[in-house]
């Protein structure tokens, strides 16, 4: 009998350890999410509850309980839906606009169903082909994963109270606390295909048509429940804003990319490549968002486009890249302010009536918020001409508000890329203030050295420009005869595409220039024949013009004389 109870013990324990194992732990638990659809066949069914085109569906029971539900069909309709959902208990929430998905038409936007098992559809026009699709992100769409969520639970709880309250990392400088996809289990919902790159010159604010009585707890799978939607619904690459903010006020990384990158994201149809966009998780049709989730969307905008070396406040024109839910034509300009609502952009209601008028107040405090780039702090270069691969050797000193110096602080030496600034070295002051930096180059950079003093403030340099002439060499014969050809090689550092050869031949007047022409760089190499038809001195050398990433280069001139016969 006894051996029995042993082993019956040990079976249990083992059912115990594969059933809880994925809660074993004090880092953040995110339950398996599940997808599953459903097809409607609406067309006979329902009746006309306002008008011929409003139609209310019958109550239809869910194959599993779900956390969010969206709407897709085939026909490039507008179906206006609405939808009610009721939970294990027979209470129904109350009617929530869909609004049709990002692009216009084919589907609806997802809304949070928080563990509902019925819902109700209210169509002004039943589409072709309508089929609801369901997420659950809470391990409650069947009593088998209830029963095993209840264990999961409480493994998780006492794995956190053993390991006690983990610490708040907040990134340094003027990053706000930023939940990472890890956290919200975006390993469920990995992207399609890599990240792509665009630039930051306006913000959008969205809202994500959910529920606005949702749990602190409920967030991070919510968060998760769109992803899943924008990826396995729509088929989008990847949950489709840049970052989401909750009622409470923290703010989550969306799209997968980094949060410091311009990522382009599905947001804003016509402007993805030139925005980002925050959506607040909620309906803010007839209800205001909360002060905590303001200031938070606030602090995310003030942070995001000043890290982009733009404004927080004022107009900004963009080139509209089209749409069928586009307010404006490809190829024509179209101004927003730099923080705009969606609708600005595109023919919707989001983010909804109430938190688009809240709009002026995130952006006074954005404005408010955005660092503070005042003086206190230098940034000079010891020769602001190199020749690569010269290293740029920069030297500042930093102050406070009164002029005393402060030691111990860290300098963000930061260079200006396609989509703005960013930290490429992070030297620390010393006793006097002073801080010194080596800066490999290869191309010339516009820098700049930001600082956050102790009270607080911002401070930044003036930009300063470093130009980096690239490295030409050549080669070529001292004396050839005159009327022959002969090649003229070398390379050039960093690879360009072109050079331009200077010709110039020694007459009574000194030198004087005969030719110029352009030269085809392969694989930073260059070759080129050269014929001098007269008999006389002649000096060359390979320039490279400057551009937008060089400075202006030159090799060294090089001696060569044309002489008649051998």
Known sequence: MRRFVVALAAAALLVLVWVAGPALSAAPFVPRAVDFEQGLDLAGAGAAARGARTYISPVMRAPKRFDLVGLTWRSPVHAGARIRVRDPDGHWSRWTAMGDKHGGRGGSEPVWAGGAEAYQLRLERVPRGLRAHFVNTTGTASAGDRAKMAVR??????AVALAGAPAQAQAAGATPAIVRREAWGADQCPPRSDPSYGEVQTGFVHHTVSANSYAPEDSAAMVLAICRFHRNANGWSDIGYNFLVDRYGRTFEGRAGGIEEPVVGA??????GVSTGIANIGTFSSVAQTPQAVHATAELLAWKLSLHAVPVSGPVTVISAGGGGNRTPAGRPAT???ISGHRDANTTECPGRVLYGQLEEIRARAAALAPRFTGGLTLQAVDRTLHYPQAAQLRGRL??????????????LQLAGPSGFFTSRQPTTSADGGWSAVLPTSYSSTLRAVARRPDGSV???RQLRVGVAPRISVRAARRVGAGR?????????PRRARLVLELQRRSSGGMRTVARMPVKVRSGRYAVRLRLPRAALHRLRVVFKADARNSFGSSARRYV??????
């Open 399 to 412: 102050t406070a508000a009164d002029g005393a110096p402060l030691g111990a602080a860290a300098i963000s």
């Open 459 to 461: 401070v930044t340099s």
């Open 336 to 338: 927003f302010q730099r």
């Open 267 to 272: 947001q804003t149809q016509g402007y993805n």
């Open 153 to 158: 639970r409480a493994a998780h709880r006492v």
């Open 561 to 566: 004389r044309a002489v008649r016969g051998r």
């Open 485 to 493: 050809g002969f090649t003229v090689s070398g390379s050039v550092r």
